[in-house]
C-alpha cells in the first residue's frame, strides 16, 4: 500500500492524563467504506495542507532499528498465573468520584468507558457500587433458600445449583443513579464519571423460572419474587414474575467465563436483564416467591424518583434506551484537524438499539451511525461514525432508538417532565463541546 502524506492522516487524539484512550485508527474493511474513507482523508488533508505540500518525515528509530524486546528472551508462561493487563495500561482502572461522600463501607466504583472497545466490559473494570462493602464468600458455606408460594421449599448449595442446566447471555447492567449528577448541572468532566456506572457482560447461570417450576411455585398468586442478599445491608428487591416467566431471570454464577468476582457477588447473584442495577442483588441468599410487592426499604425510601410535585415515583426499574459517545469525550484532547471515528455505546432496557444518530453541532443535524455487531436484546450496542473536525467549535451528542420506538430525550425535555431534584433514571442525550484547542468537556446544551 503506498504511503498516504503526513497531512492525510487522521488526526490524532491524545491521552488524557488518566490514560483515557489510544489514537483512534482507521481500517478498511469493506469496499463500500473506501470512498468515504478516500473522501475523509481528502478533506482532512484539504483542511491541513491549505493548498501546501510538506516534507515527509525522517524515519524513526523505533521502526529502523530492532529494539530490545526483538532481540531478547522474552517472560515465561510462569511470570503471571492469572493473566494481567500491559504495565502501560495501569491507568485504566475503576474510580471512585472524589465528589461523592463514602460512607462506611458503601461505594462507588466507575468503570473506564472511555478506554474500551466493543461491548464487553472486562472483569477486572466492571462497576462496582456496594451498600455495605464487599464479601468474599466460601462457597462451600453459602445457600440459596426458595419459600413462599412453593409447594416444594428448597434450600440448594452452590454444588447443587451448578448441576441444573445452564444458559450464558450477554446484558448490560446499569445503575438506577448513573449520570444522576446531570440532574443538578454537575458538569463532571469524563464519560467514567457520567456513566461509568454501567457494564456488559456474559453471564452464566440458571434460569429462575427453570428452579420454581420443579418447586412448583402458584402460577396464580404468586406474582412477584423477593430477592435477598446476603451482605450485611440486607438488600432485598422485588422482581414481577412477568420478568422471571420470560425466562431472562437468571441465578448467575459465572461472568465472563469465569467465576463471578467477589465485588460482582460471588458466588451467587441475580441477573434482571434491563432492570437497574439495584435488583440484581449480590450474594443472592434467599428467593420468596409472594402475591403482592414487598415494599422494602431499598424499592419505597430509596431508589425512588422525586417529582416536581414532591411525589415519589416508586418501582420505576427499567432502564430507558440511552446512549453516550465515549471517545471523543469529556478530558481528552483532539491534537489537530482532519478525520476521527466518533465512538459510542448504546443501550435499552426494553430490547434491542434499532438505530443510533450522531450530532455535531448540538443537535441541529444529526447522521445515523454505523451499528456494530452483534446487535443483542438489552445489552450494549457499539456504533461508530467518522468525523472530519475542521477545527472550529463542535458538540457531539448521540442520540439512541430502540425497537420499541422509543427515542433517547435531550436534557431539557427530562426536566421538563422529572424536574431537577432527582436522582435516577436520567437518560438525557449527553452532550461534549470541543473547543478550538481541541479539547472536549461536558457541557449540558438545551
Given amino acids: 500500500m503506498s504511503a498516504l502524506p503526513r497531512a492525510a492522516l487522521p488526526g490524532r487524539l491524545q491521552r488524557a492524563p488518566e490514560g483515557f484512550l489510544q489514537p483512534a485508527q482507521i481500517r478498511e474493511v469493506a469496499a463500500g467504506r473506501r470512498g468515504f474513507l478516500r473522501s475523509a482523508f481528502a478533506a482532512a488533508a484539504g483542511l491541513r495542507l491549505a493548498g501546501a505540500a510538506r516534507a515527509q518525515p525522517p524515519g524513526e528509530e523505533v521502526i529502523l532499528r530492532p529494539q530490545p524486546w526483538a532481540t531478547s528472551l522474552g517472560q515465561p508462561v510462569a511470570a503471571f498465573p492469572y493473566g494481567q493487563p500491559s504495565k502501560y495500561e495501569k491507568n485504566l482502572m475503576r474510580r471512585e468520584s472524589p465528589g461523592l461522600t463514602r460512607v462506611s463501607a458503601a461505594s462507588v466504583a466507575f468503570s473506564p468507558l472511555q478506554g474500551m472497545f466493543g461491548i464487553i466490559t472486562a472483569s477486572g473494570l466492571h462497576f462496582e457500587r456496594h451498600h455495605q462493602g464487599w464479601e468474599d464468600i466460601d462457597p462451600s458455606k453459602h445457600r440459596l433458600m426458595v419459600n413462599g408460594l412453593v409447594k ?37 468532566p469524563t464519560v467514567q464519571y457520567t456513566h461509568g456506572m454501567l457494564s456488559c457482560s456474559e453471564f452464566t447461570g440458571v434460569r429462575l423460572i427453570d428452579v420454581l417450576d420443579h418447586l412448583g411455585y402458584d402460577r396464580k398468586k ?20 412477568e420478568l422471571v416467566e420470560s425466562g431472562e431471570v437468571l441465578l448467575a454464577y459465572g461472568m465472563n467465563g469465569e467465576m463471578l468476582r467477589p465485588e460482582n457477588g460471588y458466588p451467587l447473584r441475580l441477573v434482571v436483564p434491563g432492570v437497574q442495577g439495584v435488583s440484581w442483588v449480590k450474594w443472592l441468599r434467599r428467593i420468596e416467591v409472594g402475591d403482592m410487592p414487598y415494599a422494602t426499604k431499598d424499592e419505597t425510601v430509596h431508589y425512588v424518583d422525586l417529582m416536581p410535585n414532591g411525589q415519589l415515583r416508586q418501582y420505576t426499574s427499567i432502564q430507558e434506551a440511552k446512549s453516550v459517545i465515549t471517545t471523543p469525550s469529556g478530558g481528552q484532547m483532539l491534537l489537530d484537524k482532519g478525520f476521527y471515528n466518533v465512538s459510542g455505546i448504546a443501550w435499552s432496557g426494553r430490547g434491542k438499539i434499532k438505530r443510533v444518530d450522531v450530532s455535531s453541532d448540538g443537535g441541529r443535524n444529526w447522521r445515523s451511525a454505523r451499528l456494530e455487531t452483534p446487535v443483542l436484546s438489552k445489552a450494549l450496542t457499539r456504533f461508530n461514525i467518522g468525523w472530519v473536525w475542521d477545527g472550529a467549535p463542535a458538540i457531539l451528542q448521540s442520540r439512541a432508538m430502540d425497537e420499541t420506538g422509543y427515542v433517547q430525550p435531550k436534557i431539557n425535555q427530562l426536566r421538563a417532565v422529572r424536574g431537577t431534584r432527582s436522582i435516577y433514571h436520567n437518560n438525557a442525550i449527553q452532550s461534549w463541546q470541543v473547543a478550538q484547542s481541541g479539547e472536549v468537556s461536558n457541557v449540558q446544551a438545551y
Fill in 152 to 188: 416444594q421449599e428448597t434450600v440448594f448449595t452452590m454444588d447443587e445449583l451448578m448441576r441444573l442446566p445452564s444458559v450464558s447471555r450477554i446484558h448490560f447492567i446499569e445503575c438506577g443513579a448513573n449520570t444522576g449528577m446531570e440532574w443538578g448541572n454537575v458538569a463532571v
Fill in 222 to 241: 404468586g406474582r412477584y419474587v423477593l430477592a435477598e442478599g446476603g451482605d450485611g445491608s440486607g438488600m432485598t428487591r422485588t422482581i414481577p414474575m
